[in-house]
């Protein structure tokens, strides 16, 4: 193989490495919670509103789910449309537990974090900037719970 030929292989690859490094991933938070989980309507009145101002939380599909304080991850036909692809990984990561809020992050179609309560607007940036930037995540990642909710599959 010539020297031409060899750095046009070259350059390619590292183009093509390059453009794969710096694909921004697709990132989806499905936040479930309703008007009955007074930490849920506390978060969507004071962390929602910050967050929505963000350029980095705007990068990413938000899905506000309703669902009672007392319930599980709610059946597909319940579901938006953009949430049913997730529920049977939903469910895993749940436990099959109730209560509100859940929260389930969505990395490039596959689970990436599911957690169960409110996390403030830096806390949420910082997450996405984590994903985004391949950097260490700043919080425990759970992929499956059991039913008291013990984490059973670490992120």
């Known amino acids: 193989m010539n020297t031409v030929a060899f750095l046009a292989i ?15 991933a697709n990132v989806q938070m499905i936040y479930m919670g309703g008007s009955d989980c007074p930490p849920c309507v506390r978060w969507r009145a004071s962390e929602l509103p910050k967050l929505q101002q963000s350029e980095i939380f705007r990068s990413i599909t938000f899905t506000y789910v309703q669902k009672p ?31 509100s809020p859940q929260v389930a992050v969505i990395v490039d ?37 059991d039913r008291s909710r013990a984490c059973l599959v670490k992120g």
């Not at 093509?16 to 490094?21: E, F, G, V, Y």
């Not at 007392?70 to 537990?97: I, W």
């Not at 949420?124 to 985004?132: D, H, W, Y």
């Not at 950097?135 to 992929?143: A, E, H, N, S």
């Open 10 to 24: 070259a350059v390619g690859l590292t183009a093509a490495q390059t453009a794969t490094a710096q694909r921004p």
């Open 69 to 99: 304080i007392a319930g599980t991850v709610p059946p597909a036909l319940f579901l938006p449309a953009e949430a049913r692809p997730y529920k049977d990984q939903m469910d895993a990561a749940s436990g099959g537990m109730g209560g």
């Open 109 to 145: 179609g596959h689970l990436y974090d599911y957690y169960f309560g409110t996390r403030n607007a830096e806390a949420v940036e910082q997450m996405i900037q984590a994903i985004r930037t391949d950097r260490k995540y700043p919080f425990d990642r759970c992929v499956r719970r």
